[in-house]
T-cell receptor
Framework: AQSVTQPDIHITVSEGASLELRCNYS??????LFWYVQSPGQGLQLLLK????DTLVQGIKGFEAEFKRSQSSFNLRKPSVHWSDAAEYFC????????????WGAGTKLIIKP | NAGVTQTPKFRVLKTGQSMTLLCAQD?????MYWYRQDPGMGLRLIHY???????AKGEVPDGYNVSRLKKQNFLLGLESAAPSQTSVYFC????????????????FGPGTRLTVL
């Protein structure tokens, strides 16, 4: 069965520091990978997605993610975080035979220290 | 465009009461989804619809019913609410299923916070 693991429930980063949020998935074929962000009290917004091609994907708000097939990972990175990046981040996996469903990770809450 | 809207934003029910959550989208999307979000569990799909008049069960459908009588609306019903249904409910829509095309982004509403006492 497909699964998504986000190992870190919370991460605290100083403003201006770099960020990496981890996402590992379990799926036999090539997955379709997504990162969404949820600001407090809001719905989810797509940051970036990977379907095929270049394994380094650029997204909105200065985020990028790298698909590493050998490690079954799709980690999200940002070189310098801003206070406005404080939010919860969700990784999700889909597939062509997933019957329309995305499998979601439990989320990582990002806290920014001033 | 308003995108995806949900009503109501908050609701408190007593056990056994019924209610309907309304989701509306103005993007002419074919696919619509209802999720629930619980702490530490991410999003779980309740029901989804691939077009007007069609619905299907997701991962956690028990205790919920849905209808898609109009393309732009997707209703989620709780016939007899239980405390286990206390959650935040999100509606989403997309043009197509997750199939590897650039049109597969899901667009989310702001959520409905439901408490069942």
């Amino acid at each position: 069965a497909q699964s998504v693991t986000q190992p870190d429930i919370h991460i605290t980063v100083s403003e201006g520091a770099s960020l990496e949020l981890r996402c590992n998935y379990s799926y036999g074929a090539t997955p379709y990978l997504f990162w969404y962000v949820q600001s407090p009290g809001q719905g989810l917004q797509l940051l970036l997605k990977y379907f095929s091609g270049d394994t380094l994907v650029q997204g909105i708000k200065g985020f990028e993610a790298e698909f590493k097939r050998s490690q079954s990972s799709f980690n999200l990175r940002k070189p310098s975080v801003h206070w406005s990046d404080a939010a919860e981040y969700f990784c999700a996996v889909g597939a062509a035979d997933s019957n329309y469903q995305l499998i979601w990770g439990a989320g990582t809450k990002l806290i920014i220290k001033p | 465009n308003a995108g995806v809207t949900q009503t109501p934003k908050f609701r408190v029910l007593k056990t056994g009461q019924s209610m309907t959550l309304l989701c509306a989208q103005d993007m002419n999307h074919e696919y619509m989804y209802w999720y629930r979000q619980d702490p530490g569990m991410g999003l779980r799909l309740i029901h989804y619809s691939v077009g007007e008049g069609t619905t299907a069960k997701g991962e956690v459908p028990d205790g919920y019913n849905v209808s898609r009588l109009k393309k732009q609306n997707f209703l989620l019903g709780l016939e007899s609410a239980a405390p286990s249904q206390t959650s935040v409910y999100f509606c989403a829509s997309s043009i197509t299923r997750t199939s590897g095309t650039s049109t597969d982004t899901q667009y989310f509403g702001p959520g409905t916070r439901l408490t069942v006492l």
